[in-house]
């Protein structure tokens, strides 16, 4: 589906027009085009990268191509850029969604194959004529960026919860078996940092002015957003220092409480110890056994067998094994 948006000093002038308007849109210096392709057919995709806009070949095939890492490249007249915005349409909290951007002087072309929350958020917006950052290219493709990183942020404080819940969960009496959990949030925070670290690296060649689209007025709003990335990206750090001490914490729990188990068993057997060895060593012979041919040898017996149970048994209590 093709979206676009004109803008005339800062204001909607026109929306969702044909590919021939469009064509004469993008003739006119004084206007300002933003088109949108939101999953679109290989004939929206050819109408527009190749027959409006005329881009490379190889930053055609580079946006229509999935892409896990973030990129920027430089080309004569436009800016191409690969970005990833957390997928709010799927269950999982770090599916992303891939964003491509073609940034030019007077146009921006966004293009993703699944609906994105800064994307819409910025085109309501602008029909409202709520957005003063209409008014050039660079200022709108940084709106768009700016709510893609702000849509990292409740992702993030959902992930502490889950940290701060599994930290009580670690230090409770009981506790089940929380490596299942403790590897899944492992992963979510290393697919968050994966997908952040390489995203401030692009924005930050943007914001030290590398390359030419970017106007030296709308540095400091790039720069502002390198350092909304870099503090995810840190935060994010530190949960996984964070879940790396819980999961120490748990490891060492578990390695207690099985010592404690196997404590346990050697009590147990400790206390059974003198009874079998004397029940072994005489086999109940009373007959036959010249010390036990007593009429009080079976009592004897029976009283020796309890006294040194129950020594065993005070000796492991006072040693804190039972």
């Known amino acids: 589906m093709i979206h676009s948006l004109i803008f ?9 027009l044909e590919l021939e308007a469009l064509r004469l849109v993008r003739a006119d210096k004084g206007l300002l085009l933003w088109v949108d392709l939101d999953d ?15 881009f490379h070949p190889l930053a055609i095939e580079d946006c229509v191509t999935p892409s896990s890492l973030p990129k920027v490249e430089d080309y004569e007249d436009y800016l191409f850029l690969v970005m990833h915005g957390v997928d709010y349409t799927r269950t999982d909290k770090f599916s992303t969604t891939e964003l491509d951007l073609f940034l030019g002087k007077d146009f921006l072309v966004t293009f993703h194959r699944r609906p994105m929350r800064s994307v819409q958020s910025t085109q309501d917006r602008c029909t409202k004529n709520l957005g003063a950052f209409a008014r050039s290219a660079d200022r709108l493709a940084h709106q768009v960026l700016d709510l893609l990183t702000d849509n990292y942020k409740p992702v993030v404080d959902e992930l502490r919860g889950e940290i701060e819940e ?8 009981s506790s089940e078996n929380l490596i299942p959990t403790l590897l899944a949030l492992k992963a979510d925070l290393s697919h968050l940092r994966q997908t952040v670290r390489p995203q401030r690296d692009v924005i930050n060649r943007l914001a030290h002015g ?11 709003y790039f720069r502002d957003l390198r350092d909304d990335l870099i503090r995810i990206d840190e935060t994010a750090a530190g949960y996984a220092d964070q879940l790396l001490i819980s999961f120490d914490l748990y490891l060492n729990k578990s390695s207690f409480q099985a010592n404690e188990g196997i404590k346990i068993l050697t009590a147990l057997t400790a206390i059974a110890l003198p009874a079998t ?11 036959h056994m010249p ?11 029976f009283t020796v067998m309890v006294l040194s149970t129950l020594g065993v048994w005070i000796w492991c209590k006072r040693m804190k094994w039972i």
């Open 210 to 220: 590398e390359s030419k689209m970017i106007r030296a007025t709308s540095l400091p």
């Open 166 to 173: 599994l930290e009580e969960t670690v230090l409770a009496t």
């Open 8 to 16: 005339s000093d800062g204001k909607l002038a026109g929306q969702n």
């Open 291 to 301: 010390e036990l041919r007593s009429p009080y040898g079976y009592p004897v017996c």
């Open 40 to 54: 679109p057919t290989p004939a929206e995709i050819k109408a527009i990268l190749e027959g409006v806009f005329q």
């Open 277 to 287: 060895i004397i029940g072994t060593w005489y086999g109940m012979n009373f007959e």
